[in-house]
């Protein structure tokens, strides 16, 4: 069966839809494609070092140069493979559970591949040798790499974080070893949870996914914020100081109100259909012009792009700074959000003034059992009963692109047409 790229590379269980003869097939056809140095990191997983070495092979096998730098987060590859010329591969399934893994390829310059590329990959993929073992050796990891790292995100957000208490939730995953040394750089008063990772325990009852201990831990340390990385450290959930969960709506709209106000916004916002209309809402009485894109960080990057844009960023906390980085960066956001708390102070009021958020669920149905005009009939019979317009509901369907269900948002002005929606799908289908 061919190996095709989803939403972000390839993702699956490990030993079915993820191999250790599909990571080798795949570093054989980035090098034949990319034909550059190629950059590989990983997460905490217990099967991402041998799924690196397979990958390792490949690139030596292709005729490519691999370069090993062991526990990394996505951004960190990126940045390395930016700052060195490069290409990226990171094996990761980020916020999903141990037991699945993934293979995402970064372009030349560390950036994310467009379709085209990814199709030329594919049909490399298709060409490729099996390997002759599947008893692969790592290299030596190159030690730099995570310094320079370190030394560019602190270049880029130099501020003095002493007089913050500051938690951060590493989520067992890349961000373990490498966000705990940036935060204690920046003199904030620190406390770290889940920073130590056993091949198992990435995401689970942690990071950005679960943040009940997080905002436990904010409390009882009177912290001014906390920080939740997920699995690759590509995203930031916050919360404030009164255990309020902050995600990436509440962020963009504070950190595009900052930039406006300075006039360094540069045009508009690029955020996902994802979005709660609350946000909508905020940037239009901002006059701040908004594009919306399908869900993925690949999407609200192009769109930036095309558009000569430079903030933009998802719901789940993804959010790209376009001139400070090439793709989202958790960390990169922590500091940043840290920063403005400085200039601003407490998160909890200054969201509150810059928005409102509107009555919204997320929920998830298995894709064998889900029956859309079902879905989109209810919605319309309980939008006529509660006799709201259609500015004020919305709902949207889409499959995951990493997972076997069907997403379904619904928002609306009215917190008990929400309810009575649920309620419906509740009766029809089993919610995941």
């Not at 995600?247 to 406006?260: E, I, Q, T």
């Amino acid at each position: 069966m061919p190996v095709r790229f989803g939403t972000d590379g390839i993702r699956g269980r490990f030993g079915d839809e993820v191999t250790l003869t599909i990571a080798y097939q795949l570093g054989w056809a980035v090098a034949r494609v990319l034909a550059s140095t190629t950059y590989v990191g990983y997460d905490t997983r217990e099967s991402s070092p041998a799924l690196a070495g397979a990958v390792l092979a490949g690139l030596r096998e292709g005729g490519a140069e691999g370069v090993h730098l062991g526990f990394f987060t996505t951004p960190g590859v990126a940045f390395v493979a930016q700052s060195r010329r490069g290409a990226g591969v990171v094996v990761s399934a980020s916020h999903n559970p141990y037991y699945d893994n993934g293979l995402k390829v970064l372009g030349l310059g560390g950036s994310k591949l467009d379709r085209s590329r990814e199709l030329e990959l594919e049909a490399a993929l298709a060409l490729a040798p099996e390997p002759t073992t599947l008893h692969f050796t790592l290299p030596a990891i190159d030690d730099a790499a995570e310094a320079q790292y370190r030394a560019r995100l602190r270049e880029l957000v130099p501020a003095d974080l002493s007089a913050l208490r500051v938690v951060i939730d590493c989520a067992n995953g890349a961000a373990s070893h490498v966000a705990p040394e940036l935060f204690l750089a920046t003199g904030a008063t620190l406390t770290v949870l889940h920073a130590a990772p056993n091949g198992t325990n990435i995401n689970l009852n942690a990071g950005s996914t679960d943040v009940t201990q997080l905002i436990a831990a904010v409390k009882e340390h009177g912290a001014n914020v906390g920080l939740a990385f997920d699995g690759d450290a590509d995203r930031l959930i916050a919360v404030d100081a009164e255990g309020h969960v902050r995600n990436g709506d509440d962020l963009m709209v504070l950190f595009a109100s900052d930039r406006l106000a300075h006039g360094t916004l540069g045009g508009g916002v690029a955020l996902t259909s994802m979005s709660n209309l609350g946000v909508l809402r905020a940037f239009e009485t901002l006059g701040v012009a908004v594009v919306e894109t399908d869900v993925g960080d690949r999407n609200v990057l192009v769109a930036l792009e095309e558009r000569g844009w430079l903030l933009g960023g998802e719901q789940s906390g993804h959010l790209i700074f376009r001139d400070f980085a090439a793709t989202g960066d958790g960390l990169l956001t922590g500091l940043l959000l840290c920063d403005y708390l400085l200039r601003h102070g407490d998160l909890a009021e200054r969201a509150r003034r810059a928005w409102t958020r509107v009555p919204q669920a997320l929920v998830n149905v298995a894709r064998e059992h889900f029956e859309e005009e079902a879905v989109r009939t209810n919605f319309e019979t309980w939008r006529v009963h509660y006799a709201l317009n259609d500015h004020d509901v919305r709902l949207l369907i889409r499959p995951s692109g990493t997972e076997p269900v069907v997403r379904i948002m619904v928002e609306a002005t009215r917190a008990d047409f929400v309810e009575r929606f649920l309620d419906s799908l509740r009766a029809r289908f089993t919610l995941l």
